[in-house]
């Protein structure tokens, strides 16, 4: 078995984004993401209200450059106006055609 290297990149935001942040990683490249309810605590404490419902964390294996046009757009975009972290982790995936377009 082939292992094929890539970019894991993590996305956890505000419930309000995870369509506009999905259909984004999509137009840059990704092929495909995973997508959960998540909560926590960070540097704001924890989330007084859950009216807009829980934060979601949003997941998707990308080549390198696909990796770099997504972060320059969640930078870009969203961290000034919202509760958004964003990072990316080298990983080695079997099946690396399922996720990586050529």
Not at 1 to 29: C, N, Q, S
Not at 32 to 50: F, K, L, N, Q
Not at 89 to 94: F, K, L, S
């Amino acid at each position: 078995m082939e292992l094929v290297k890539a970019k894991l990149i993590t996305i956890i935001t505000e419930r309000l984004l995870r369509h506009e942040i999905t259909d984004m990683i999509k137009l840059k490249g990704a092929t495909g993401y995973t997508r959960s309810e998540v909560e926590g605590e960070g540097s704001r404490g924890i989330r007084a209200s859950d009216f807009e419902g829980r934060n979601v964390k949003i997941e998707t294996i990308v080549s390198e450059s696909v990796a770099d046009a997504i972060m320059q757009e969640v930078s870009e975009n969203y961290f000034e106006n919202y509760a958004v972290i964003a990072y990316v982790r080298d990983v080695e995936v079997a099946r690396g055609a399922k996720y990586l377009r050529r």
